[in-house]
């Protein structure tokens, strides 16, 4: 069975510090890994996937396969990146193909 | 691209009432996913249909819940009848096809039930 662990329900920073969302995943073949960002009241939108490798918004992502994580970082937070951050997994085969399992969220507020 | 569509985006009935949720996806796509959200479960995947057919609805509560994808440009989710407990908002996705592509979301449903 695939899992997706975000262990902290709320973060909070000021504007400039260094953030790091956590995500721990449980999954038995190659994972593939995404963020996805929620805005106050607006859709999901997907932020970036380990295997593109890029920085979206100034947070990258790096898929630690030895500790099962991907956590996701920006160096200096900005209160535009005050949302919900999902971490989501997706299954490659078996009865877990094509299912996103995400984790239970983690809601950043950056104060000024 | 309008992207995924839903509606209606907001519902309020009374419980008891039936309530058929609305999705179009993103043209092209052939997967789409039905996803609900609450503060005490986060973001759950209910069911997920590929070219039309449904592949996985072992997140679907119970019998009272019910989606279909009659062709690859609609697809309802069901609730007969609803309950207070059903309230959440409801978020259907779709992808190009169902392996490594990402999932597009909806505005979503904000469901109100009485």
């Known amino acids: 069975a695939q899992r997706v662990t975000q262990p902290e329900k709320l973060l909070s920073v000021f504007k400039g510090a260094p953030v790091e969302l956590k995500c721990n995943y449980s999954?038995?073949?190659?994972?593939?890994l995404f963020w996805y960002v929620q805005y106050s009241r607006q859709r999901l939108q997907l932020l970036l996937r380990h295997i593109s490798r890029e920085s979206i918004k100034g947070f990258t992502a790096d898929l630690n396969k030895g500790e099962t994580s991907f956590h996701l970082k920006k160096p200096f937070a900005q209160e535009e990146d005050s949302a919900m951050y999902y971490c989501?997994?997706?299954?490659?085969?078996?009865?877990?193909?094509?299912?996103?399992?995400f984790g239970q969220g983690t809601i950043l507020t950056v104060h000024p | 691209d309008a992207g995924v569509i839903q509606s209606p985006r907001h519902e309020v009935t009374e419980m008891g009432q039936e309530v058929t949720l609305r999705c179009k996806p993103i043209?092209?796509?052939?997967?789409l996913f039905w996803y609900r959200q609450t503060m005490m479960r986060g973001l759950e995947l209910l069911i997920y249909?590929?070219?039309?057919?449904?592949?996985?609805d072992s997140g679907m509560p119970e019998d009272r819940f019910s989606a279909k994808m009659p062709n690859a440009s609609f697809s309802t989710l069901k609730i007969q009848p609803s309950e207070p407990r059903d309230s959440a908002v409801y978020f259907c996705?779709?992808?190009?096809?169902?392996?490594?592509?990402?999932?597009?979301f909806g505005d979503g449903t904000r469901l109100s039930i009485l």
């Open positions: 989501a997994l997706l299954g490659a085969g078996g009865t877990s193909y094509g299912k996103l399992t």
């Open positions: 249909f590929n070219n039309n057919v449904p592949i996985d």
């Open positions: 043209s092209g796509h052939n997967s």
């Open positions: 996705a779709s992808s190009l096809g169902a392996s490594n592509q990402p999932q597009h």
């Open positions: 999954y038995s073949g190659s994972p593939e």
